[in-house]
């Protein structure tokens, strides 16, 4: 996918998928790793050394970035998207049951 695409995300029984024009990401809950919502990438997740087919966006200073990490066909992917906080918050305790871990949310003043 090319940066900027514009979609939608959408939780399914099984998935956090994301559609835009230019493609769909899907990540199967059983295969989530990590998942985050801040105003960078965190250290934890630069340290997975991935190898970025697109330049991670910057946040700026509020939590701007929902990042997932998952499994698939062997390797890690990481998902990158930027969602303003009030269309994240509905998703967050949704997350948090389907997938059977918390959202990691950075705290901000």
């Not at 939608?8 to 998942?35: D, H, W, Y």
């Not at 969602?83 to 509905?90: C, K, L």
Request: glycine fraction near 6%; aromatic fraction near 10%.
């Amino acid at each position: 996918m090319r940066e900027r695409c514009q979609g939608k995300l959408a939780l399914t029984e099984t998935a956090i998928i994301f559609e835009c024009p230019q493609g769909r990401v899907s990540a199967p809950f059983n295969s989530i790793i990590r998942m985050e919502y801040r105003s960078q990438i965190s250290r934890q997740v630069r340290r997975m050394k991935f190898h970025w087919t697109l330049k991670p966006p910057s946040g700026g200073k509020h939590n701007r970035l929902f990042t997932v990490v998952y499994r698939a066909d062997g390797r890690l992917h990481a998902m990158v998207l930027k969602v303003p906080p009030n269309a994240m918050r509905p998703y967050l305790a949704e997350l948090d049951l389907r997938v059977g871990h918390r959202v990691d949310v950075e705290r901000y003043y």
